[in-house]
């Protein structure tokens, strides 16, 4: 019933996307799209689209994965393409007038292009958009689909204890298991950051969107070799998939969940705690108060002496962290908003979200925000998949 009520929403989705295109192209921009191709597409779309209806909702009744996996595979192919060429358009009506523009500057009254060969410039020149277009949309979502990448990621603490320098830990968030991230490649990733030994894994919520998978998932980061336990936080997706069904599978699996609360590990002569914050689900406007309540209950048994860290799946926990004392954060949900430019989400300070990717510091509280393991939409341009390992390191750095 889930996955119709998600397919639902993508293709309407697709639909004001597709309508939007042909809209813009038809009215808006008819000199440079008015091509065969595109006007065939345009009307062979609505077919299309019925097709995948029917294929996933004949998928989704008859349980057959590979079939709803290729729908959903259709679908997001169908919206990248209609969501870039819409954001295309502007620029190539730009391209068209610089064209213009240009002609006519270099054009004198003896040698003046006649207007067949001006309309053949322009139409070869501006081809390039679709072509920058259709490119563009191709290798982001190849890249959506190629390996995950584990960074190597130090972050600086001046108290930090001699016993904790160069401790390490596996950081997976937004593991999102389900049509675009399975099983399989979830074991591949393991199998490659097998090369980097590390002391600790944490796993920062949205874990999986199809539950079947979740107990085999968590059984498969319980076998990733370390010195001390591993652990779950909870994410807005787990509420999404049904908060008791998750939590009974993580209680009957080898992955403990913290919410709420924390523990406090013995690392030699020093101390290490780790807590887990609750996630509000939904964006809300009193999500500081949401946070602090949480942190209220998760820190309180915090021994004074220990490094605190938090495990929260939302990054904006950095607001109210310093008042806990924590000293890191582990974060995730925003997928760096999968577009990214020079290590950092190209929609930073433009959403209401904040923190969206890399290391941040408030105060005294470090912060990484992950771009994730994977999605929920494959498109990712500068902003890789990513499982981190973090490296606690004794120094004084300003991230
Ligand atoms: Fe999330």
């Not at 004198?108 to 072509?131: E, N």
């Not at 904040?354 to 992950?370: A, E, F, P, V």
Request: aromatic content about 10%.
């Amino acid at each position: 019933m889930r996955s119709l009520i998600f397919f639902s929403i993508v293709l309407t989705i697709i639909i004001g996307l597709s309508v939007g295109a042909r809209f813009l192209i038809l009215y808006t921009n008819k000199k440079l799209w008015n091509w065969n191709i595109v006007d065939k597409f345009g009307r062979l779309l609505p077919f299309f689209i019925i097709f995948i209806i029917i294929m996933a909702i004949g998928g989704g009744l008859l349980g057959i994965r590979s079939i709803m996996f290729l729908s959903a595979m259709l679908m997001a192919t169908m919206t990248i393409a209609a969501l870039i060429l819409i954001l295309s358009l502007p620029f190539s009506i730009l391209f068209m007038k610089i064209g213009e523009k240009l002609l006519d500057f270099k054009s004198s009254p003896k040698t003046k292009i006649d207007h067949a060969s001006r309309r053949a410039f322009l139409k070869s020149a501006t081809a390039a958009i679709p072509m920058i277009t259709l490119g563009t949309a191709g290798s982001g979502f190849a890249k959506a689909f190629s390996d995950v990448k584990i960074p190597q990621i130090s972050m600086e603490f001046p108290n930090l204890p001699e016993a904790l320098n160069g401790f390490k830990i596996l950081h997976l968030s937004d593991i999102h298991l389900g049509y675009y991230f399975t099983l399989y490649d979830l074991e591949k990733l393991l199998i490659n950051t097998s090369e980097y030994p590390v002391d600790m894994v944490l796993v920062t919520g949205d874990v999986s969107d199809d539950l079947s998978q979740l107990p085999d998932a968590l059984k498969l980061i319980g076998q990733i070799p370390t010195i001390y336990p591993k652990f779950v936080s909870l994410g807005n997706h787990e509420y999404y998939r049904g908060i008791n069904d998750v939590k009974r599978i993580i209680d009957a699996g080898p992955v403990p969940l913290l919410c709420d609360n924390g523990v406090s590990l013995k690392i030699q002569n020093a101390e290490l705690f780790i807590g887990g914050a609750n996630d509000p689900m939904h964006m809300r406007a009193d999500i500081n108060e949401f946070m602090r309540d949480s942190l209220d209950k998760t820190m309180k048994d915090s021994p004074d002496k220990a490094l605190k860290l938090l495990m929260s799946h939302r990054p904006r926990a950095l607001d109210v962290a310093e008042q806990f004392d924590i000293d890191l954060i582990l974060g995730g949900h925003t997928h760096g908003g999968q577009i990214g430019l020079n290590g950092k989400s190209v929609f930073e300070g433009v959403m209401s979200e904040q923190y969206l990717w890399g290391k941040y510091q408030k105060g005294k509280t470090k912060l990484y925000t992950s771009s994730g393991v994977g999605h929920w939409f494959p498109y990712r341009l500068g902003c890789p998949a990513e499982a981190p390992i973090i490296t606690l390191v004794k120094g004084s750095t300003y991230v």
